[in-house]
């Protein structure tokens, strides 16, 4: 079941992060370090009800952060417990949001991610995403390169 994080959901969402970092390290992806995302940032996106997490017999499997901004929202923070990388429930919880997006007739998804992240990257080409420019954080510069994906969602119009 996909809802909304609580605070109580909070210890196991921040050893799921930090699980998601070893992981990434492993596969030489230098997205997160050990301040990002932070306990006090993802505590934040719980008080302001932006932390979505899918619970699978009573253990959180996949989180993701879904921000309203502009004409679109963007998916950030997107990580699943590593021995259920290969069960779907990141798609699972993407198509959730895409939905909870087209239903706020929100015309726009986006995220980003780290040129050396080839699964995140393959991960939006596969859900119909678009490759945008892309940036170097001013604040990670040494991080080298992120991609903007963006993807135009089937809104119906009022017209």
Same mark, same amino acid.
């Given at each position: 079941m996909i809802t909304l994080?609580?605070?109580t959901d909070i210890k196991e969402i921040v050893d799921l992060f930090q699980a998601a970092k070893v992981e990434m390290l492993k596969a030489h992806i230098r997205q997160w370090n050990q301040s990002y995302p932070s306990y006090d940032l993802i505590k934040q996106d719980i008080a302001d009800?932006?932390?979505?997490k899918l619970v699978v017999k009573g253990r959180i499997v996949c989180?993701?952060? %879904?921000?309203e901004r502009g004409d679109g929202c963007w998916l /950030?923070? $997107?990580?699943?417990?590593?021995?259920?990388?290969?069960?779907g429930y990141a798609s699972q919880i993407y198509h959730y949001l895409e939905e909870l997006a087209i239903a706020k007739k929100i015309g726009y998804s986006y995220s980003a991610t780290h040129h050396?992240?080839?699964k995140m990257q393959q991960f939006f080409l596969k859900h119909g995403f678009m490759?945008?420019? @892309?940036?170097?954080? /001013?604040a990670r510069s040494n991080y @080298? $390169? %992120?991609?903007? %994906?963006? /993807?135009? $969602?089937?809104?119906?119009t009022d017209e």
């Open positions: 994080a609580r605070m009800n932006r932390c979505y989180v993701a952060t %879904f921000i /950030k923070r $997107l990580a699943t417990v590593s021995d259920c990388t290969k069960c050396s992240n080839h490759r945008g420019e @892309g940036y170097i954080e /001013k @080298g $390169l %992120f991609y903007v %994906f963006y /993807k135009e $969602l089937e809104v119906e």
